[in-house]
């Protein structure tokens, strides 16, 4: 049976890197890295666009037809609200696959520093429009909404995510992944 991992949490703290280690790792997986998808829309820098509405439909299109060829599909994305993880869940039910719910997570001031740090010190274009529109501030919020939502959660994994321990870090992904 295929699996949708939702691979949740702030931005900044690792999703990215660890879904990309485990579709390497799982040869099939789709890495379905919605923040690649924006840069497919036209107009996506404008702060005034709103590429989600485009995006979404996408998204949704792309791990549907994944998962009914009976492969898995891991999507990291940030979702702090209940009805935007049971979208998910209702989506890999509806396609025959199994849901994980997996919150990489680590403490509220090494998020806002490593969301801060990640926004000044690349080059890349989604990361500085996304740090842009965001901000340090916004992000603790996201935080915190985050762990109000986990506790609404009685089947999400917490994983945590130490900085610059990717490996170790992708350890517990995978071991939560078994379990």
């Known amino acids: 049976m295929p699996v949708l991992v939702h ?21 099939g997986t789709l890495n379905l890295d919605v923040d690649a998808l924006h ?19 996408l ?3 792309m791990a549907a037809t ?4 009976g492969h898995d599909v891991v999507l990291p994305q940030y979702h702090a ?6 979208v998910l869940e209702d989506l890999a039910r509806a396609h025959g696959a199994a849901f994980r719910e997996v919150v990489l997570l680590a403490d509220r001031g090494t998020t806002v520093a490593r969301f801060d740090r990640r926004g000044r010190e690349t080059a890349d274009p989604w990361i500085r429009h996304h740090h842009g529109l965001l901000g340090p501030d ?6 915190d909404d985050l762990l109000a939502l986990v506790r609404l959660l009685p089947d999400a994994v917490v994983v945590p995510s130490a900085e610059g321990a990717v490996e170790e870090t992708y350890a517990l992904l995978a071991a939560a992944l078994r379990a």
Do not use: C, F, Y
């Open 7 to 27: 691979l949740n949490g702030p931005p900044g703290v690792g999703k990215s890197t660890l879904s990309a280690l485990h579709a390497d790792r799982n040869p």
């Open 39 to 57: 840069l497919l829309i036209g107009g996506w820098r404008d702060p005034r666009t709103d590429t989600w509405q485009a995006v979404w439909p």
């Open 59 to 61: 998204v949704h299109a």
């Open 66 to 69: 994944h998962l009914d060829g």
């Open 81 to 86: 609200r209940l009805d935007e993880v049971a």
């Open 138 to 143: 916004r992000l603790g919020t996201m935080h």
